[in-house]
């Protein structure tokens, strides 16, 4: 076994792998960019080595720098995580070259398999069932839309040495495909440096649904069972779980034998991931494989018991698998929920920034440590409170997991979790996260890859999460209100005859969108440590547990164990609950009358103006001072976390002036263009 291992990535994987190495008694090498010097990979790993500047390119993808810090450190093996170059052939070669260890597949097999184009050759010669398309390399646009009008619209234009939604598009028409080229090159050229796309037809409805697999050196492979991962945006996973609910057991035996089929035929050794896409009448097609660990491997440890990260060092060390496929359990369900740093309420725009605030929710469960009996909760993070996240890298900062008895009782814990997960200084997707998994038809297991498109049309907003029971938001309000007043009635040294009584009757103004408010009525008592809110004559028990100055407050509700997260925002309250967020005014009914006559302040009219959403850097101004632009128009385009993100125009008009030049690092709503006066 060995000795000593580098990490050659950052955040949460690099965090995982070093948990395992610890429990295995395995000295940690992290490497590290200047971006990412204060953070919690350095800090865990026994040594850490700088290896360039903050971007990927100049960093976490240049081989030269991290053979060079094994070779200083004395590392005998590497493991790369997922992305970077954990799928690089070159790079898994160079480390074999120099007497060093890749902790995953050999290159033969990365050179087979991690090529897109080159695995679906593989794949039909190994009778495996494909998806039509074309599978040589795409020189230019035009020939692009030439290919995607012979396959027919739809189609998928996707990067060939690509992962994780980068360097991916799908085309309805020539405009796309055309324009769809080009961004997939370019993403892909500064992802995974290699510009190569190909095209395949895009199946319609489809189901997203991947077996893990596992191979020693010694001609053993085995499947892990499915993971169902067709709740996506953009091509990205947002929710994984395992099992699928929708597969039946003669497909999931299927599926997992043809993946062992193909992993064989390349000598695959390690964990690597076999993709499909599943049919409404559970026909399946091979997408490709990754030859690397998956981010959502948590849910297949969950429901198996394995250590994957363990299971991939064992191998490389040279042992054989411990167990064979009838040994494979499969107990209970697990779902993941992939945090992102990312405001849903602004299209999923990143978010950078300091972490004010980051506490997750308690762990009952910890990677590389033995499952309890009856599940629980992990969290698998590479950040801490106070840290900075970055625009160089992934939006994804933690990934939460749960695991139940069954399917429901996963949602339930998950619902649970996100409640407690407390995240400020910068906007995350946990409401988003919150409304999928409360939406009827996720409950049912009625989805597929279009579920989130098909949902929320035109985007995501505040009006769009449901909650079983509003008024408990309001009660909430009203509850923590006569809490506070308490606390300060029973301070010492009150004027005589003006001292502060806590109140028994209460109004809620809730505001909302474009300065409306609604006034919620309440009457309070308060009894042995409960307090009883009466709403429109209907009445909610609420029984309060531990701190108030907590964000994540405890306790129950009518009897029901409940976690929201409440905030003193001035003199409101913002209030958290299962998706939704209420900001709120606790007052007495004569200060509501008052209130409702003083006027709302509208916003200044920014339509003139074109702001970056985000902080990122302008790589290019589409458009020039003078020129006549229509709805929908290209006018710019800024890179965050590795993303290309495409500002249009919202309606007609004459661009007046630019402000912000190409190349320039731009910060949250700085001016880009200035539009003429209509």
Request: glycine fraction near 8%.
């Amino acid at each position: 076994m060995f000795k000593k291992i580098l990490i050659a990535n950052r955040g949460e994987i690099a965090c995982r792998v070093i948990k395992t190495a610890r429990r295995m008694g395995i000295a940690t090498v992290a490497v590290y960019s200047e971006a990412d010097r204060d953070a919690r990979h350095v800090e865990l790993a026994d040594e850490a080595v700088l290896i360039g500047p903050p971007p990927s390119r100049e960093s976490y993808l240049v081989m030269d720098r991290i053979i060079e810090a094994c070779k200083r450190t004395g590392a005998e093996a590497v493991h790369p995580g997922y992305g970077f170059l954990s799928e690089n052939e070159q790079f898994s070669r160079r480390i074999e070259e120099e007497g060093i260890t890749f902790i995953g597949p050999k290159h033969y097999s990365i050179a087979a398999m991690g090529d897109k184009i080159a695995s679906k050759k593989l794949a039909l010669s190994a009778q495996v069932n494909t998806i039509p398309g074309w599978n040589d390399v795409i020189a230019s646009p035009d020939q692009a839309v030439k290919i995607a009008k012979d396959i027919g619209y739809p189609v998928m234009i996707k990067a060939s040495a690509g992962g994780g939604g980068k360097g991916l598009r799908v085309a309805w028409n020539d405009k796309d495909a055309f324009e769809g080229f080009a961004s997939c090159r370019n993403e892909a050229r500064a992802s995974f440096g290699d510009d190569r796309v190909f095209i395949e037809k895009f199946v319609e409805q489809p189901r997203h649904i991947e077996i893990q697999v596992l191979g020693d050196a010694h001609g053993h492979c085995v499947y892990l069972w499915e993971r169902e991962c067709s709740i996506q945006r953009r091509h990205q996973k947002v929710i994984e779980e395992a099992p699928s609910s929708f597969i039946s057991e003669k497909t999931r035996k299927a599926m997992g034998e043809q993946a062992v089929a193909l992993a064989k035929a390349v000598k695959y050794q390690s964990a690597g991931t076999v993709e499909f896409v599943v049919g409404a009448d559970q026909s399946f097609y091979f997408l490709e494989m990754n030859t690397r660990l998956q981010v959502e491997h948590p849910v297949t440890e969950c429901i198996t018991g394995l250590d994957l990260v363990e299971q991939m060092i064992r191998v490389a060390a040279g042992e054989k698998l411990g167990f064979t496929q009838k040994d494979i359990q499969r107990r209970g369900w697990a779902i993941e929920c992939r945090i992102n740093a990312e405001d849903p309420f602004r299209n999923f725009l990143p978010s950078t920034g300091r972490l004010v605030k980051f506490r997750p929710p308690e762990q009952t469960m910890e990677a590389s440590r033995p499952m309890p009996e009856n599940g629980g909760v992990r969290v698998d993070t590479g950040v801490t409170e106070g840290g900075e996240i970055p625009m160089y890298y992934d939006s994804m900062i933690a990934k939460l997991i749960v695991h139940g008895a069954d399917r429901n009782e996963a949602i339930r814990r998950m619902r649970e979790a996100l409640n407690a997960f407390v995240i400020r200084g910068i906007s995350s997707n946990i409401p988003f996260q919150a409304a999928l998994l409360a939406h009827p038809k996720f409950v049912a297991g009625d989805f597929n890859t279009g579920f989130i498109t098909e949902q929320y049309p035109k985007g995501f907003s505040a009006a769009q999460v449901p909650h079983d029971n509003p008024d408990f938001v309001i009660a909430l309000a009203a509850t923590m209100k006569r809490r506070s007043q308490e606390g300060s009635a029973s301070l010492t040294g009150q004027l005589r005859g003006h001292e502060l009584v806590p109140r028994q009757d209460y109004v809620v103004v809730v505001h909302g969108e474009g300065g409306a408010r609604t006034s919620h009525p309440c009457r309070l008592k308060v009894d042995d440590g409960f307090t009883v809110v009466t709403i429109r004559d209907r009445s909610h028990t609420i029984r309060l547990a531990g701190s108030l100055r907590d964000i994540a407050v405890h306790g129950e509700v009518d009897g029901t164990p409940f976690c929201a997260q409440v905030e003193r925002i001035g003199v409101d309250y913002k209030i958290s609950h299962n998706g939704l967020t209420v900001v709120a005014r606790v007052v007495s009914p004569r200060a509501a009358a008052l209130y409702e006559l003083v006027p709302h302040k509208p916003p200044p009219d920014m339509s003139r103006y074109l702001l970056s959403p985000m902080p990122g850097l302008l790589v290019d101004v589409a458009v020039q001072p003078g020129q006549k632009v229509l709805a929908g128009e290209k006018l710019a385009v800024i890179e965050a976390m590795k993303m290309e993100n495409v500002l249009v125009a919202a309606q007609d008009g004459v661009v007046a002036k630019i402000v912000s030049n190409k190349g320039e690092s731009l910060a949250v709503d700085q001016v880009i263009l200035e539009f003429e006066k209509a």
